[in-house]
């Protein structure tokens, strides 16, 4: 069976670290789940796998961002340059 491609919401490439808004094919009807999700490419430990959220949680991923900016490291010249 051929696996069926995702529903891209928006024009975002789909890169890592890029995230890309993608409707949700098997959301069942008169339940709470997301009529989409946001997807997001990650790498760790050597291995890249997709990561997905609802818009609930990364908005509050965000929120935690911002309120705790010491906390997160800062990116090279380099690494900025190649994003």
Same mark, same amino acid.
């Given at each position: %069976? /051929?696996? =069926?491609? /995702?529903?891209?919401?928006?024009? *975002?490439?789909?890169?890592?670290?890029?995230?890309?808004?993608?409707?949700?094919?098997?959301?069942?009807?008169? &339940?709470?789940?997301?009529?989409?999700?946001?997807?997001?490419?990650?790498?760790?430990?050597?291995?890249?796998?997709?990561? %997905?959220?609802?818009?609930? =949680?990364?908005?509050? /991923? $965000? &929120?935690? /961002?911002?309120?705790?900016?010491?906390? $997160?490291? *800062?990116?090279?010249?380099?690494?900025?340059?190649?994003?």
């Amino acid at each position: %069976m /051929a696996k =069926e491609k /995702a529903i891209q919401l928006d024009n *975002e490439a789909v890169r890592e670290g890029h995230v890309v808004k993608v409707y949700n094919k098997r959301k069942r009807k008169f &339940t709470h789940e997301a009529k989409y999700y946001y997807c997001i490419w990650v790498e760790r430990r050597g291995k890249e796998f997709p990561i %997905m959220l609802t818009e609930f =949680e990364l908005n509050r /991923a $965000i &929120t935690r /961002a911002k309120r705790n900016k010491e906390d $997160i490291p *800062e990116k090279s010249w380099l690494t900025d340059l190649t994003d």
